[in-house]
């Protein structure tokens, strides 16, 4: 994020959407767009995604998606965008991403939770 100014700063090497943690799934879908036509992304202004390999798997069985370099006009020196491949998010769902090629790995987990 810019601060107006640019005297802001920030102690995360990375920062994912959506985020690690409980997610409420009614964001993954508004009424313009949803998460699974727009794609998951990390960003990060310390850590080159250049040669990023993801892994999204979901109680053990493999998520494909295809990752793409997305450019420094996204708000961070590095980013990239993973496009779920054949399958949707699904409420009830925790999902674990690996991000490896990059120094260091990146791992987490999102929880897909309902809200009523």
Avoid at 27 to 49: E, R
Avoid at 79 to 100: D, E, F, N
Wanted: aromatic share 10%.
């Amino acid at each position: 994020m810019w601060v107006i100014g640019g005297s802001g700063g920030g102690s995360k090497a990375w920062t994912a959407w959506p985020p690690p943690g409980d997610f409420p799934f009614e964001a993954v879908s508004v009424s313009w767009s949803s998460l699974d036509s727009t794609g998951w992304t990390l960003q990060s202004d310390s850590i080159s995604l250049s040669g990023a390999k993801v892994s999204i798997t979901d109680g053990g069985t493999d998520r494909p998606v295809t990752v793409t370099t997305l450019g420094a006009n996204y708000g961070s020196s590095y980013a990239i965008r993973m496009l779920p491949k054949g399958w949707t998010a699904q409420a009830g769902h925790t999902y674990h991403v690996s991000v490896t090629g990059v120094s260091p790995a990146i791992t987490y987990d999102v929880k897909m939770v309902a809200c009523p």
